[in-house]
């Protein structure tokens, strides 16, 4: 009796997990898309409303008080109509918004049939969307309206030109929440990063974001690791921290960057009968090398660098695949001397040593110091 009941309650399941996994798929899918479809409706309903406010100005009194006035009672007819959403503050967001996008947006027009034309083109909104087809020209491509509403408010407190515009392409390319883009913005990202860079690798995070090509693409310095609530005058072990970025792991792999996966922490490896350990080992699979990671609390030694070099020899001769590009060393410290390191490894050793702080880094000194880097640069050429 059981054994028959229990073979018909088999064949009546059968098939049905495989199924449910397929319908919730279908369900998540056209959720993300109806988000997604609402997001990019109001971002591009907002830079139409910009223009016509713009546009207004243009043809009425030039002087500030005017726009000023116009603004308010804007907002107060729209926000008795329609609700929330139409502040003054948030009609100055949507002003700017147009005036800062304008010039890398094409001209995107509702007409009468409740289609949207863009340069002249006329299609369904559905369309329009999924196909991706707003602002498909070379230049903004990558930047156009990607972004919630949210990210784009964000992105306008961003003075810098520049910064602002790898700001935008990380976001829409790595998937940035707005919480992560506020993290990555708040940890000094763009100056870290350019401050490792040649004139034409600053250029480039500006135009085409981060591109990696090298294991230098990939490294920034300082690290932040705020994430890891540690006090900056605590005491703590390497195991702790060690731990603290295990307990923190995804947060840490975005502050790592991009392509980068996790595989093991202590990675042991034997010889001559003696054991030693990796602290942390990643890949990465945009470089397609592995990259090792030795924490050390205290200034970087030369024993130290010795020992990695060690460890990169071990992976590149037992571990990567033939095919696989040469291992990558990061020794993550509190501080090191970049004598130190010039003098113990040789030119084309593929280690390298940089700064971690536990507490987010100045962006005014960081701009200081970047303004400084890029002068040297100017005048070196």
């Not at 034409?200 to 690791?225: F, H, N």
Request: charged share 30%; with cysteine; net charge neutral.
């Amino acid at each position: 009796m059981n054994t028959k009941t229990s073979s018909i309650g088999k064949r009546k399941n059968d098939g049905i997990p495989a199924l449910l996994a397929e319908v919730r798929q279908l369900i998540a899918n056209a959720r993300n898309a109806a988000a997604s479809a609402v997001n990019t409706l109001q971002v591009l309903t907002n830079f139409e409303i910009g223009r016509r406010i713009v546009e207004h100005e243009q043809k009425g009194e030039k002087r500030a008080e005017y726009g000023a006035k116009l603004l308010k009672a804007l907002s107060e007819k729209l926000t008795e109509e329609f609700g929330k959403g139409f502040s003054k503050a948030n009609l100055e967001y949507i002003r700017r918004f147009f005036l800062e996008w304008q010039h890398r947006i094409p001209l995107i027009t509702q007409t009468a049939s409740g289609q949207l034309a863009v340069r002249g083109k006329s299609q369904e909104l559905p369309d329009l969307l999924v196909h991706g087809q707003i602002s498909q020209t070379p230049s903004a491509k990558s930047v156009a309206f990607t972004l919630s509403w949210s990210h784009y408010v964000l992105l306008m407190t961003i003075k810098d030109p520049d910064e602002r515009s790898f700001y935008e392409i990380e976001a829409s390319n790595e998937g940035w929440s707005l919480s992560e883009l506020k993290r990555q913005k708040a940890s000094a990202l763009y100056e870290r990063l350019a401050l490792s860079r040649d004139k034409v690798g600053i250029r480039q995070l500006a135009e085409k974001g981060q591109i990696i090509t090298s294991a230098e693409d990939v490294l920034r310095e300082p690290y932040v690791l705020e994430f890891l609530g540690f006090d900056e005058k605590s005491e703590y072990s390497e195991t702790e921290l060690e731990s603290a970025i295990i307990d923190h792991l995804e947060r840490f792999l975005l502050e790592l960057g991009k392509g980068f996966l996790f595989e093991a922490r202590q990675k042991r490896f034997t010889f001559d009968e003696d054991h030693f350990f990796v602290d942390l080992v990643f890949y990465n699979r945009i470089l397609r090398s592995y990259v090792i990671i030795d924490l050390k609390l205290d200034k970087l030694s030369h024993q130290d660098l010795g020992q990695m070099q060690m460890y990169v020899n071990y992976f590149d001769r037992h571990v990567k695949l033939p095919d696989e590009n040469p291992t990558i060393g990061l020794l993550l410290c509190k501080s090191k001397k970049d004598t130190i390191v010039e003098l113990t490894l040789p030119k084309d050793a593929n280690i390298h040593a940089r700064e971690y702080q536990l507490y987010l880094p100045s962006k005014a000194l960081l701009k200081k110091k970047l303004l400084e880097w890029s002068k040297e640069l100017q005048h070196d050429s």
